[in-house]
């Protein structure tokens, strides 16, 4: 992994069945700083305008950031993105979900979902490989039922999972992306996008190091922003918020 990057696009066409994956652009990375500029560019260039949430072609990107899963404080953020159902316009959601950890740790930093399977599925990636499992025997589960038996299923209690639940399912436009440490992808109904691929969830297990191009630099930082928050914020801890 180079500067906090593990290198890689994967993307998977839940039509075709189809699994690919290429090179991360590193200048591009650079200049626009994280997955969530080369998503939005990604978006603008090949999402059509007249592509609705629903529809087959509509992309669900899971992506990750160059600090996500490093020593830097409250690194363990990803972002969903898609076209939001609620709105019909663009849609992003941000939340702490160790998938996307554990996705970066397998070799991706960004995941690019397409298509529509024809039964439900879940993803299943781990360490350089992607696989499209079937999910008919978990579709109807709440999303931390959904993702215990998918690891159990595999073997994998270590991996982290975000799931949908009912709603997605059923196309609630409000629905969200849960991961199974609790944490909501809650904003612009995405989990409907989910659930209209017929996708339940996407399970992740890497055990590839994320390095920083800097990392005494960055300990140091990171040592910084503690002291400051323990100084500046102790009131919280002390009187609460």
Do not use: Q
Not at 9 to 30: C, M, N, P, Q, R
Not at 214 to 219: I, Q, R, T
């Amino acid at each position: 992994m180079a500067g906090g990057y593990a290198g890689k696009i994967l993307t998977v066409d839940l039509s075709d069945g189809k699994i690919s994956e290429k090179t991360l652009d590193l200048s591009l990375a650079k200049n626009l700083i994280g997955c969530l500029g080369i998503a939005s560019k990604i978006m603008l260039e090949e999402l059509d305008p007249s592509v609705k949430p629903f529809d087959p072609e509509n992309k669900l990107i899971l992506a990750t950031g160059p600090l996500t899963g490093s020593t830097a404080p409250a690194a363990n953020k990803s972002i969903i993105i898609s076209r939001s159902p609620l709105t019909n316009i663009w849609g992003e959601s941000v939340f702490s979900a160790n998938c996307g950890i554990e996705l970066k740790r397998a070799g991706y930093d960004m995941l690019i979902i397409e298509g529509k399977a024809e039964k439900p599925v879940y993803l299943w990636i781990h360490d350089g490989t992607a696989e499209i499992k079937d999910a008919s025997g978990i579709w109807g589960m709440d999303t931390f039922s959904a993702c215990d038996a998918i690891k159990k299923d595999l073997g994998e209690m270590k991996a982290a999972a975000i799931s949908i639940g009912p709603a997605g399912e059923k196309l609630a436009r409000i629905a969200s992306i849960i991961s199974d440490n609790g944490r909501a992808a809650g904003r612009c109904g995405l989990g409907a996008v989910m659930g209209s691929k017929n996708l339940k969830a996407v399970v992740a297990r890497g055990s590839g190091k994320i390095n920083a191009a800097k990392p005494e630099m960055l300990d140091e930082l990171r040592d910084g922003i503690v002291e400051t928050v323990k100084n500046e914020l102790k009131a919280f801890s002390e009187y609460g918020t």
